[in-house]
């Protein structure tokens, strides 16, 4: 068994470079076999859920090469079949096949998409989008399996009933290919839907809107290979900048794009956290007396849920209570049990709603990942917290953080990865 070994209270000063969105990569890569041939994806960053992508297309039958940050899809052989229950289920994003091989073929073979266990995480939103087009969608209900299949897509106005990223991006996926014009209403508007869409525009698809809340999009015959540079990981960013704040000295969080992380910005602010906005990085340091504040997490531009949980960590450390809420996911405080643990004083109310009491030293223990973001909160309580923290489960952490121990030992914390026995 692998475990993240912490021993805390080193401060972190020099620089960390950030890598490409993950949020953003996921559809990317499934996106490239819409066009048939070669495309060239930059700045695709290493995780795990990247390979887990790079399989689901290998037995499509696609080429995948790569090279360090650079990766070449060649679809050129591709085959649609059914994609397997277990490939299904090694990430959230393989609900992304749906929209991109409904729109190429008309016809799809999978199960329901795994990921953490954040909350229930349902598809229909998607699931709609796909038959407003035209889809007649099969549910097979003990083996999960879903069948999607069209004569034919036609554009078609949907409104969703909550901005879903996922469900956003599918349909655009599904539409580029349908006849005629979908427009998406209530659209979600985070950074990465901007990304993705200018991917396709690069592919030949004709879609306007991206970012906002009203998308258009013009469908067209056929999409041909393209190359897109991964915007920077806006989560993977703030996550170290909340590092910065507790244990920094002149770090310097490097490669991003400090307008979309605004939201986490003005709390950090509010707290009373010092830090310097460059053009393409922010250099942030420790300061004394941080202020309790409240947090409401939003769809984008309101503040990540996936940063509720790094910043829960910092919540601890303010002076005074903070009220932090959670809005998106249902099971988003898994990680609170652990921080209490080692010390912190964190009451939930329920699963949405958590009163913080700080400050409060933490002290090192053994704890579970339990998710990708709450494990990465525990990662930043090992951190802080006196003595040795060994943390579990860090499969979940690997999923969606690249090379995040290198990255970290390389500014100075005591961090590294042990094996241990069952
Ligand atoms: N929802 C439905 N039905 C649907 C789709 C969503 O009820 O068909 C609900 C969800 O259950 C949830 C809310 O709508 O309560 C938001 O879901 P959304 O569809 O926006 O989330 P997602 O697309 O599945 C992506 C990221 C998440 C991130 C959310 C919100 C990927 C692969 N995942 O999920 O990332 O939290 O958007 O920004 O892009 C993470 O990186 O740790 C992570 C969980």
């Not at 290998?58 to 591709?78: A, F, Y």
């Not at 979908?182 to 659209?187: L, M, Q, R, V």
């Not at 509010?270 to 420790?286: A, L």
Request: hydrophobic residues 40%; aromatic residues 6%.
């Amino acid at each position: 068994m692998k475990q993240i070994k912490i021993v805390g209270g080193n401060t972190l000063r020099g620089q960390i470079h950030i890598g490409g969105a993950k949020n953003s990569a996921v559809a990317i890569i499934p996106a490239a076999i819409l066009a048939t041939g070669e495309s060239k994806l930059y700045n695709v960053p290493n995780i795990s859920d990247r390979d887990a992508l790079f399989d689901i297309i290998k037995d499509l039958n696609v080429d995948v090469k790569m090279e360090g940050s650079v990766v070449t899809i060649d679809s050129s052989n591709i085959q649609n079949k059914t994609i397997s229950e277990i490939l299904s289920k090694r990430l959230r994003a393989s609900y992304y096949f749906m929209g991109i091989l409904l729109g190429k073929y008309k016809h799809v073979e999978m199960y329901f998409p795994g990921g953490c266990n954040i909350g229930s995480r349902p598809i229909d939103i998607h699931l709609k989008g796909f038959e407003a087009l035209g889809a007649t969608v099969t549910h097979e209900e003990e083996s999960h399996k879903y069948i999607l299949d069209a004569e034919k897509l036609t554009g078609a106005r949907i409104k969703l009933d909550f901005a879903s990223v996922g469900a956003t991006i599918n349909i655009m996926f599904a539409a580029s290919l349908a006849e005629g014009t979908t427009i998406i209403e209530n659209a979600a508007k985070e950074t990465e839907i901007i990304n993705i869409a200018d991917f396709l525009n690069k592919m030949g698809a004709k879609i306007k809107g991206a970012g906002t809340s009203k998308i258009t999009i013009e469908g067209v015959k056929e999409l041909h290979p393209a190359e897109i540079s991964v915007i920077p990981d806006r989560i993977e960013a703030g996550t170290y900048l909340i590092m910065g704040a507790l244990l920094g000295d002149n770090l310097e969080v490097c490669g991003i794009n400090p307008n979309h992380i605004t939201a986490l910005l003005n709390k950090l602010s509010d707290m009373g956290v010092t830090f310097e906005v460059k053009e393409n990085s922010i250099i942030i340091s420790k300061s004394p007396n941080l202020k309790a504040i409240n947090i409401t997490t939003l769809v984008y531009p309101g503040f990540p849920t996936d940063l509720g949980q790094p910043m829960s960590v910092l919540l601890t450390q303010a002076n005074g209570v903070s009220l932090f809420e959670e809005t998106i996911w249902e099971n988003r405080m898994q990680h609170v049990e652990y921080l209490n643990k080692m010390g912190a004083n964190i009451e939930l109310k329920d699963n949405a709603h958590a009163v913080i009491t700080g400050p409060t030293k933490l002290k090192g223990a053994a704890i579970n990942a339990t998710d990708l973001r709450g494990g990465a909160a525990l990662v930043t309580a090992g951190l802080i917290a006196e003595g040795c923290t060994v943390i579990s489960n860090i499969e979940y952490i690997l999923r969606g953080y690249e090379n995040i121990i290198n990255k970290l030992k390389s500014v100075g914390a005591d961090i590294e990865i042990i094996e241990t026995e069952e």
